[in-house]
């Protein structure tokens, strides 16, 4: 049988589509159709720095996740689905094992793009956690990456505390370029961890892609980033969590303190500046939440509207991913009041339509016509 569902979408512009096989099509004259219109839809949300091997830090830095655990990775992915997040980008682990997501059918997890291995300098990470890659070997680790696995990013550890010194760079901008150079060849897309200075200007000059965190990026790395359409995850809930974590007094709190200050003079201007903010998870926020930071993006001076074109079309927008399409998944989350009037919406989803399969059925769902051939 074939469906046909109508919907009103957050900009007030309705949609006709018909379902088959997982995927929108033209909608038909003929068989089931729906009415969805009293509600409000977007083509999912996006988490754009999520971690699918963890629900949080201590978990992530576990020592037996050298080999990942398929079956948790499955759970995480369906409390994806359950928080509406129909698109993610897992930003890597310690080991390439968590790839084998991309394997999993596509309606028992978002779509998925993903980094294997996060590729850091002895020291210039967790320990134990990344792939120990010194400067000199970092191109011919991206090549193997690149060549040897299923992984559609490249994430670099651009930066970290060393004791009694504070932050530095893990890689020179020559370095950052050569790998960006090398991924970019393959098709691939590089991700960057930065939270200290110099490093996303450095990140920005090479090419980078995304850039993660980004605190002490600079108006005219949002100018550069912009003009390129680069995307920046800057992860304010995660910042604000690890200020917690270190304390708000100790260098590390004060730093990033500075940093978050920096970022909420310069979010808006990145808008303007047609840079693709996105937003995740990243393990301080529970897996299908990355709602939560809705709020924290209009604290940090954007409207309710703008947080919710970051938190769902920007990031397909980003990727280059057609929504709502005939030809494109049948994927739908739908809300009872419009998000663009009230972010915090965006955390009560009440419809969830994934590879053309409700997930959570709408209350008041309105068949308004069904052919005699279907009866």
Known sequence: MHTTIRLRLVDGAERRLGIASELYTAPSAIGTEVDLTHLWAVPGLVDAHGHLIANNTPD????????????????????????????????????????????????????????????????????????????????????????????????????????????????????????????????????????????????????????????????????????????????????EGIVDQLGPSSSGGRLIRRGLGNVAGILPAAITAGVHVLAGTDIVLPHGRVAQEGPRLVEYGLTDSEATDILTAAGYRALGREVLVPGSSADVTLFAHNPNNDVTQLQHPVGILRRGEWRLVPDGLQVVRTSPTDR
């Open 60 to 239: 992530m830095l576990a020592t037996d996740h050298d080999r990942a655990d398929t079956d948790t990775m499955c759970r995480y992915a369906q409390a994806q689905l359950d928080g509406g997040v129909l698109l993610m980008i897992d930003k890597g682990s310690k080991t390439d094992t968590t790839l084998a997501m991309l394997n999993i059918a596509p309606s028992e997890r978002p779509e998925l793009e993903m980094a294997g291995r996060i590729f850091a300098p002895a020291g210039g990470y967790f320990p134990h956690f990344p792939v120990a890659v010194d400067e000199p070997d970092l191109e011919r680790s991206v090549t193997a990456a690149c060549t040897n696995t299923q992984a559609q990013w490249i994430k670099i550890v651009g930066d970290w505390p060393r004791r009694g010194i504070g932050p530095m760079p893990n890689y020179s901008e020559e370095a950052l370029a050569g790998a960006v150079a090398i991924a970019h060849g393959y098709g691939r897309r590089v991700a960057i961890h930065t939270m200290a200075p110099d490093v996303p200007s450095m990140a920005v000059r090479a090419g980078v892609d995304s850039i993660e965190h980004g605190l002490f990026l600079t108006p005219s790395d949002i100018t550069a980033l912009g003009r390129r359409k680069g995307m920046w995850v800057p992860t304010i809930a995660a910042m």
